[in-house]
């Protein structure tokens, strides 16, 4: 069993940054693929980012290759999403989620808001 929190959302310009964390509980954190998501208002949630267990590979959407970077940190049981050069279709709840085969297990979100 494994439980994500979310933290690191908020408003921001576009043309800014900013880095959400995804904190894990449970000892098999390292062994899960780490994925990020998002649902803005009114669309299905989409894919935005994954990495695996191990870290060596990572595999994004389109639309936000070369601004986002995702990172985990597999001793403190936390993967993040550093986001740069914020659009205003960026503006989400984003969502982190664990699995190996499916993604299993889901936080609660954060919401990421960009606006002049």
């Known amino acids: 069993q494994v439980q994500l929190v979310e933290s690191g959302g908020g408003l921001v310009q576009p043309g800014g940054s900013l880095r959400l964390s995804c904190a894990a509980s449970g000892r098999a954190f390292s062994t899960y693929t780490m994925g990020w998501f998002r649902q803005a208002p009114g669309k299905e949630r989409e894919f935005v980012v994954a990495i695996t267990w191990s870290g060596h590979s990572t595999h994004y959407a389109d639309s936000v290759k070369g601004r986002f970077t995702i990172s985990r940190d597999n001793a403190a049981n936390t993967v993040y999403l550093q986001m740069n050069s914020l659009k205003p279709e960026d503006t989400a709840v984003y969502y982190c989620?664990?699995?190996?085969?499916?993604?299993?297990?889901w936080g609660q979100g954060t919401q990421v808001t960009v606006s002049p």
């Open positions: 989620a664990a699995g190996k085969s499916t993604y299993d297990y």
